[in-house]
C-alpha cells in the first residue's frame, strides 16, 4: 500500500510542476544565415584561399612543431604546409635555422632570413632593422 501511495504522490508531484520540457536555448553568438554558411563550408569541404598580393614579400616568421609539420608567416599571413592557392611556396631551410626560400608564381626563388623583406620589382632587400643592428651582450 505504501508503494502505491509513493507513486500517487510522485504522479500528482510530477503534474503540478508544469510543463515537463523547456525550450530549447538554440544557437548563440552567430546568425542563422552565418551558420548556415559555415554548415555548406563544413559539409563541402571548403577552404578559404588567400592569395599573397603586393609589391613587397615578407618573411614573417617560421614555426617547426615537433610533429616535423611547418607553418611560415609571409606577408603576415600564415601558411601552412601543403596549402595551395597563396601563389607563394615557401621551403624552410633545414641547416639554417630561420631561413626559408620564397617562390612566388612566374618568379624567381627568394632566399629571405625572418625579419626580411623583398620588393618583388626591384629585388631591393630590407631587413627591417632600417640600417640598425641588433647586438646580444652574453654573461661571462
Known amino acids: 500500500m505504501r508503494s502505491a501511495a509513493g507513486l500517487l504522490l510522485l504522479g500528482l508531484t510530477l503534474l503540478a510542476g508544469g510543463p515537463l520540457h523547456a525550450e530549447p536555448l538554440g544557437r548563440l553568438f552567430l546568425t542563422p544565415e552565418r551558420r548556415a554558411?559555415?554548415?555548406?563550408?563544413?559539409?563541402?569541404?571548403?577552404?578559404?584561399?588567400?592569395?599573397?598580393?603586393?609589391?613587397?614579400?615578407?618573411?614573417?616568421?617560421?614555426?617547426?612543431?615537433?610533429?616535423?609539420k611547418t607553418t611560415v608567416w609571409i606577408n603576415q599571413q600564415a601558411q601552412h604546409e601543403n596549402m595551395a592557392g597563396t601563389g607563394v611556396t615557401a621551403?624552410?631551410?633545414?641547416?639554417?635555422?630561420g631561413r626559408a626560400v620564397l617562390t612566388p608564381t612566374d618568379e624567381a626563388p627568394?632566399?629571405?632570413?625572418?625579419?626580411?623583406?623583398?620588393n618583388r620589382g626591384t629585388q631591393e632587400r630590407a631587413d627591417g632593422l632600417k640600417g640598425g643592428r641588433v647586438t646580444v651582450n652574453r654573461q661571462p
Request: hydrophobic residues 40%; glycine residues 8%.
Open 37 to 68: 554558411m559555415l554548415e555548406r563550408q563544413r559539409q563541402q569541404n571548403i577552404q578559404t584561399a588567400r592569395t599573397l598580393e603586393g609589391s613587397v614579400m615578407s618573411l614573417d616568421g617560421i614555426v617547426t612543431r615537433s610533429s616535423g
Open 91 to 97: 621551403v624552410v631551410a633545414t641547416r639554417t635555422p
Open 110 to 118: 627568394a632566399p629571405l632570413r625572418v625579419g626580411e623583406a623583398i
